[in-house]
Nanobody
Framework: QVQLVESGGGLVQPGGSLRLSCTAS????????VGWFRQAPGKEREFVAA????????YYADAVKGRFSITRDSAKNTVYLQMNSLKPEDTAGYYC??????????????????WGQGTQVTVSS
């Protein structure tokens, strides 16, 4: 059974940092693209970042470019999302997802077969 488990969320002040982790069991990330998405109350899910395991190509939403960084650790079968300079508008549930995703679908959520349960990030003073 495949499980993706996110961790690292919490409450942080504006300008602060958090690092989210996504660890897989029952699945080895090295065949997949792994993405992070977020959803705030009353809003649609939106793409945040993704990384292709082979080659390490990464993709970012314009809203987080330059502030967030996605990386992978093969030994730990884990993907990280380092979030710096956090803003109140970054407040959302953050979800990781994995799938064999074609380039045109990296940002739209299609093609991701596996999803985690999410971790809450709240940016507030």
């Amino acid at each position: 059974q495949v499980q993706l488990v996110e961790s690292g969320g919490g409450l942080v002040q504006p300008g602060g940092s958090l690092r989210l982790s996504c660890t897989a069991s029952g699945l080895t990330f090295n065949q997949y693209t792994v993405g992070w998405f977020r959803q705030a109350p009353g809003k649609e899910r939106e793409f945040v970042a993704a990384i292709r395991w082979h080659g390490g190509s990464s993709y970012y939403a314009d809203a987080v470019k330059g502030r967030f960084s996605i990386t992978r650790d093969s030994a730990k079968n884990t993907v990280y999302l380092q979030m710096n300079s956090l803003k109140p508008e970054d407040t959302a549930g953050y979800y990781c997802a994995a799938g064999r995703v074609i380039t045109s679908e990296v940002r739209n959520g299609r093609g991701y077969n596996y999803w985690g349960q999410g971790t809450q990030v709240t940016v507030s003073s």
